[in-house]
C-alpha cells in the first residue's frame, strides 16, 4: 500500500493536485498530461500518485461545470477575481466531493481548507470555507438534503 495512512496518502496526493491544478490555471497552454509528466514524482508512493493525477484529470474535465455552479451559487464574485490558490482548492473540493463523489462533501471542505491555510492567503481558509459551505447548503437544498444524508452514511463506514 504505501507508505503513511491511507488519509496521509490522501492528503499529500491533493496537495500535489492542488499544486497541478494551480500550474494549470496560470499556464492554460499546458495540457494536463504535460502537467502531471512535468511533476517531479521521485519519491512519491504510486497510490499518491495516482490519486493525485486522477483528480487534476477530473478537475480537468469539469472545470466548466464547476465554474458554472460557482457563478450560480457566488453572487457578486466572478472566477477570475478568486486568489488562484483558492481556485484551485475550491475546483479540488467541488470536484472531488460533489461531482465524482470520492469522499463525503465535509472531507472535501475540510481539506480545502487545510490546503488553503498551506498555500494560500491569511483570509483564504475563511473564504474557501464561506463559499463550500454556501454551495453545499444550496445543493442540499435544492435536493431536499439527500446529499447531507448520504455523507452522513458515508461517514459512518
Known sequence: ?????????????????????????????????????????DGEVEDVAEYAAFLV???ARHTDDIDSML?????????????AVDRASIRLALCEGLIERKVPLAVAISEAVELTKMFGTVESSSFVNGVLGRIVRSVENSEGGSEKTENADSNAL
Not at 500500500?1 to 491533493?14: E, Y
Not at 457563478?71 to 486568489?83: D, F, N
Open 71 to 83: 457563478r450560480e451559487y457566488i453572487v457578486g464574485w466572478r472566477t477570475e477575481r478568486m486568489v
Open 57 to 59: 484529470r477530473a478537475v
Open 1 to 41: 500500500m504505501g507508505k503513511g495512512s491511507l488519509p496521509q496518502r490522501r492528503r499529500r496526493a491533493r496537495e500535489i493536485a492542488l499544486q497541478l491544478i494551480y500550474e494549470l490555471d496560470l499556464r492554460p497552454a499546458l495540457t494536463t498530461e504535460e502537467a502531471i509528466e512535468m511533476f517531479p514524482w
